[in-house]
């Protein structure tokens, strides 16, 4: 199988082992991955903001750099349901056939590979967040924990609220700075709580403002993507 990678603007610029890891562990798995270089934006922070009409040329493009691919695949939650939920409305044709073509990594994995035990290794106490995107726009459902829950060695901790939002919420984060650094307050605290060594998640824009409470606060806790525990092997193990 062929697959294109979509690797976001937050992991193409602050954390490319993301995407390091991703495209390892689709070719450990068989997938062959491309890396069209002409794709950008989204356009989710514009849409966001209410710039919505000046959404749709990058909409555009981005379904035209994407053409021919059958499975365009991304390690972003937020990404994903931006192109799925966000393009078919926006009232251009292109954008709007491109979007079913859209997986998250972890859905990607499970729904269209079939598969859960991905042969990682990753001997680790580990918690895992939930994104809002994933959650509630994607319905990801139980898919990330079947995937988290085939590792070896790995031991999974509850994380207390799981489903309450982290306050980054993206330009949410700039426009109510002190309700987006509370609400990440109480998310650190409850990653915390659990003593796990890592907070996992799938997106790393969640990841980034629980992380940089939790290194404020000079926590032990590591935030870490899904994509690099599951790209993590005995023979390959994270460093």
């Known amino acids: 199988m062929r697959v294109a990678l979509f690797v976001t603007c937050v992991n193409d610029a602050v954390y490319p082992a993301t995407g390091i890891a991703t495209v390892r562990l689709l070719e450990r798995l068989g997938v062959e991955v491309d890396f069209p270089e002409a794709q950008t934006c989204c356009g989710q ?54 979007a079913p073509r859209m997986y998250e990594l972890t859905e990607f994995l499970v729904d ?41 060695g790995i031991e999974l901790r509850e994380l207390p609220g799981a489903q309450e939002c982290c306050g980054f919420g993206g330009t949410f984060a700039v426009k109510n700075a002190d309700v987006s650094t509370a609400m990440g307050r109480d998310k650190a605290r409850n990653a915390v709580s659990t003593g796990a060594e890592v907070l996992c998640g799938g997106d790393n824009s969640c990841l980034m403002h629980i992380g940089g409470v939790l290194s404020r606060e000079s926590q032990p806790v590591r935030p870490l993507h899904i994509a690099e525990i599951l790209a993590s092997t005995e023979e390959e193990p994270w460093s």
Do not use: I, W
């Open 112 to 152: 269209v590979l079939g598969v859960t035990d991905v042969g990682a290794y990753f001997p680790h106490s580990v918690t895992y967040h939930p994104s809002c995107h994933g959650l509630r726009l994607l319905g990801l459902g139980d898919r990330p924990r079947k995937l988290l829950n085939a590792v070896k």
């Open 45 to 98: 922070p514009q849409y966001n903001t209410g710039y919505r009409r000046e959404t749709v040329p990058l909409a555009r493009r981005t379904a035209r750099v994407f053409d021919g691919y059958d499975h365009v695949v991304t390690p972003s939650g937020s990404c994903a349901a931006m192109v799925r939920d966000h393009y078919p409305a926006m009232g251009d044709s292109a954008a709007a056939a491109f």
